[in-house]
């Protein structure tokens, strides 16, 4: 009969998506996603049904969802309506047609079930793991960097901003606006150079200072491979030198350490040759003086090496959007953590596509 589904419909259109490049599909052949399963279910808080009702999702199936919803950075109703929707986020949760789709409460408990153990920190070590059993070994050094992740703008008053930052909660809040205001975000300001213009009088590049409000995504990765090994979350006005002995990955096979000024210091500098390590850090340009040209040559060889971290940044910015929308470190936290794991994800399969690891 005109449209009703036949029997060999819906593997002629699973068929067709896979010749057209399917990319959910080579995810789900380079990544073997039951390898979370342990971390998964030792975070779940699962009853033991002895009253019965409807038995949860499986625990696999829900973290595909959360993967999906970080790759095209969805919320948690569109993530519902686009499984709905399209065959290729169905076949990648493993959902048939005639299957429950978790709806966009499910979607944020589980979540929220995550966040409140803290699993999101041991599922990226998981994966880097399986990495290193790969093959893919962390080697050529260490490169690290932050960049800063905006968050929603809170509206407060002088003395509500003064209250917050001294790490308290104003006293006339209600429960529900307590909820709905993150107080552990924090402004800073963003520089940059704004694009000389075509004009002669425009050419020189002058200097942009933004506030923004948010959260620091802090990365090391390794110069082999280009993976996340360790990551950090703070707030916006955290500094990027104070973290550094928690992005140092003792595993790495080589002693060079890369990074920018922000992060020379005596203490990092001490730090780094109690470990062994190399520092590599940019300096900065002496006040009031021309930078003399053996620091430019010197910065310019570094910068050849540390970009290879903001080709990192681009595409968690440019290609997953990457904003926060949640509210609290916490939730932060598992947000970023879960991008970082979505970009290693994404790479090995951009590994698996070209070459065997060394």
């Not at 029997?7 to 080579?26: K, V």
Request: aromatic content about 8%.
């Amino acid at each position: 009969m005109p449209g009703q589904l036949g029997l060999f419909d819906r593997d002629e259109r699973y068929a067709s998506l896979s010749a057209a490049g399917d990319p959910l599909e080579r995810l789900a052949e380079v990544v073997d996603f039951e390898l979370f399963r342990g971390e998964l279910d030792a975070a779940l808080e699962r009853s033991d049904r002895a009253k019965g009702g409807r038995p949860p999702y499986d625990a696999v199936l829900m973290f595909k969802v959360l993967i999906l919803q970080t790759l095209y950075t969805l919320s948690d109703d569109q993530t519902e309506y686009q499984i709905r929707d399209r065959l290729s986020f169905m076949r990648f949760v493993g959902l048939a047609l005639e299957d429950r789709v978790p709806d966009a409460k499910t979607i944020w408990l589980f979540r929220e079930q995550l966040t409140r153990a803290g699993a999101v920190a041991h599922l990226f070590a998981r994966f880097d793991a399986a990495l290193r059993e790969a093959g893919y070994l962390a080697m050529g050094g260490q490169i690290v960097d932050a960049t800063i992740i905006q968050a929603r703008r809170p509206r407060l008053s002088r003395d509500e901003k003064a209250t917050v930052r001294d790490g308290g909660v104003p006293a006339h809040w209600s429960k529900a606006k307590r909820a709905q205001m993150d107080t552990d975000g924090r402004w800073t300001l963003r520089r940059g150079r704004k694009r000389p213009g075509r004009e002669r009088h425009d050419r020189a590049r002058s200097e942009l200072v933004i506030p923004v409000f948010g959260y620091k995504n802090h990365l090391g990765i390794d110069r082999r491979h280009g993976f996340i090994r360790n990551f950090v979350v703070t707030a916006a006005a955290a500094h990027d030198g104070r973290q550094l002995g928690r992005l140092l990955d003792p595993e790495n096979t080589a002693s060079p350490v890369w990074a920018d000024t922000a992060y020379r210091s005596a203490a990092n500098v001490s730090l780094l040759a109690r470990r062994g390590l190399v520092p590599q850090f940019q300096r900065p340009k002496p006040r009031g003086k021309p930078m003399p040209p053996h620091m430019l040559r010197g910065n310019a060889s570094r910068a050849r090496v540390r970009v290879a971290i903001e080709h990192v940044f681009a595409a968690q910015k440019c290609r997953l959007g990457l904003v926060i929308r949640s509210v609290g470190l916490a939730r932060a936290t598992t947000r970023l953590g879960l991008a970082n794991l979505v970009t290693n994800m994404r790479r090995l399969v951009w590994f698996a596509t070209r070459a065997a690891p060394a």
